[in-house]
């Protein structure tokens, strides 16, 4: 049973450019939440997909966007990036009381 | 002030000790209480979950919250070299992954 799977584990982007990363939960795991974990940091909630929709969002500009699809994949999308976006995004799927984290794409932005 | 207060460490321990790591938090609404591993470049781990005030053992580790205090612990019993890692407490009004807020994690260091 594969656990929670993100693509790609690193990159590097341009200051201004755009960026999609990408999800795939837990097998049986219908809710998707994003994180973003600055070095040193504790992981800072983005938003929750639930059945496609947003649910819940946290303190983030609305470059910050999303979607998950159909079979509960989900997509993170950063629009006209900035320095201070470089972190660790992560994935946390649950399908009940727990959540479980993927590795993490690691985004710099240059 | 945070949320959730944890303080970075790091703690460093000789192996075999029993090492305590806590939070306070100020949000009385918090319900579920969670405390995750995590390892250098890699994603969280989750070790415990619990929810309201009281006790959970797993193997070597036990979880303590205290809603009257606003205090949560976690006890690593005859530590070991592969716990070496950074330990976040994380915390959320409902369960089910909603949105949790995590403390900013204790670098552990286990010394064989």
């Known amino acids: 049973d594969a656990g929670v799977t993100q693509s790609p584990t690193h990159l590097i982007k341009t200051r201004g450019q755009q960026v999609t990363l990408r999800c795939s939960p837990k097998?049986?795991?219908?809710?998707v939440s994003w994180y973003q974990q600055a070095l040193g940091q504790g992981p800072q909630f983005i938003f929750q997909?639930?059945?496609?929709?947003?649910?819940q969002r946290g303190n983030f500009p609305d470059r910050f966007s999303g979607h998950q699809f159909p079979n509960y994949s989900s997509e993170l999308n950063v629009n006209a990036l900035l320095l201070g976006d470089s972190a660790l995004y992560l994935c946390?799927?649950?399908?009940?009381?727990?959540?479980?984290f993927g590795q993490g794409t690691r985004l710099t932005v240059v | 002030q945070k949320e959730v207060e944890q303080d970075p460490g790091p703690l460093s321990v000789p192996e075999g000790a029993i090492v305590s790591l806590n939070c306070t938090y100020s949000?009385?609404?918090?319900?579920?209480f969670m405390w995750y591993r995590q390892y250098s470049r890699k994603g969280p781990e989750l070790l415990m979950y619990t929810y309201s005030s009281g006790n959970k053992e797993d193997g070597r580790f036990t979880a303590q919250v205290d809603k009257s205090s606003k205090y949560i612990s976690l006890f690593i019993r005859d530590s070991q070299p592969s716990d070496s890692a950074t330990y976040l407490c994380a915390m959320s009004e409902i369960g089910g992954g909603f949105k949790t807020i995590f403390g900013a994690g204790t670098r552990l260091f286990v010394k064989a």
């Open positions: 946390a799927s649950s399908g009940g009381t727990e959540a479980f």
């Open positions: 949000n009385s609404a918090f319900q579920y």
């Open positions: 097998s049986g795991h219908d809710t």
């Open positions: 997909y639930y059945e496609e929709e947003e649910r």
